[in-house]
């Protein structure tokens, strides 16, 4: 959640969890815990705690639940063979996986500035394909054969190629 400075060593990055804006974060009944809680600023446990992002949309807690939920819904990740992607510049990083007739492309700007990604993508049938973002409704439309991406600082789109039908394409091989 935070990390208090003030600590010795490794300890001042393992202080006790902040669950709620209960006495001690929520972590423990106990008046006084082997390592303090992190009680000031703008990441003492009454702004920063776990109670608190569950109920935020926007919370960095809800954003990883959603992001480790599409990884899982994505089995090309995990199952199939990577192939990198120029991207034109040497600040993004473009990758497509492979399996099973589909593919997803995982577009990810390493750089602190709005870069704009160039691709040329094919589907298996060597034609022109739609990018179907995995995480919002901003498809990419291929526009005389290349897709041009916009990428916010750190930004990042993961892309099923070719569409969202890519279970009735699935080979069970």
């Known amino acids: 959640m935070g990390d208090d400075l003030h600590l010795a ?6 202080t006790p969890m902040q669950w709620s804006t209960e006495p001690n974060a929520g972590f423990t009944k106990n008046e006084k815990p082997i390592l303090p809680v992190i009680c000031e600023g703008p990441y003492g446990f009454q702004h920063v705690n776990v109670a608190e992002q569950r109920r ?5 807690l809800n954003w ?6 599409m990884r899982k819904e994505v089995p090309e990740i995990g199952w199939g063979d990577f192939s990198f992607i120029s991207a034109g510049t040497p600040k993004a990083l473009a990758i497509r996986y492979s399996w099973r007739n589909n593919s997803v492309l995982c577009l990810h700007n390493l750089g602190s500035g709005t870069r704009e990604v160039g691709l040329r993508i094919q589907g298996d049938d060597e034609r022109d394909c739609l990018l179907a973002n995995l995480l919002s409704d901003d498809h990419s439309q291929a ?25 009735l394409k699935r080979s069970t091989i």
């Open 9 to 14: 060593e490794r300890n001042c990055a393992r």
């Open 56 to 60: 935020d949309p926007n919370s960095l």
């Open 64 to 69: 990883m639940e959603r992001i480790i939920r």
């Open 143 to 167: 526009e005389n054969g290349s897709h041009r991406i916009v990428l916010e600082p750190y930004g990042y789109r993961w892309y099923r190629v070719c569409g969202l039908d890519y279970l």
